[in-house]
Nanobody
């Protein structure tokens, strides 16, 4: 069982920055694929950024050049640095871990953290 705890959300003005953190419990963190998703009111949950166990990254087109995903395997933590924030970035942000298992990968989710971009 893996528990994920997000932190770092809040209210920020347009153009500002926030850094989200997601701390994972359990062993084997370095082997997890870690993702950040977001869900705005009335919209589907969407993948924002992904980092593999080998640290390769992928981003949604809407956040490329503004957001950076990174991981610290010593701290079992994944980060999402968000710069040049826009009102349309307002959403609940969720951390997701894809954990290898004997049969098929298992998905775990955090509880979410609210990000509000508003003046």
């Amino acid at each position: 069982q893996v528990q994920l705890v997000e932190s770092g959300g809040g209210l920020v003005q347009p153009g500002g920055s926030l850094r989200l953190s997601c701390a994972a419990s359990g062993r084997g963190f370095s082997g997890y694929v870690m993702n950040w998703y977001r869900q705005a009111p009335g919209k589907r949950r969407e993948l924002v950024a992904k980092i593999s166990s080998g640290r390769s990254t992928n981003y949604a087109d809407s956040v490329k050049g503004r957001f950076t995903i990174s991981r610290d395997n010593d701290k079992n933590t994944v980060y999402l640095q968000m710069n040049s924030l826009k009102p349309e970035d307002t959403a609940v942000y969720y951390c997701n871990a894809i954990v290898p298992s004997a049969f098929s990968p298992v998905n775990y989710w955090g509880q979410g953290t609210q990000v509000t971009v508003s003046s």
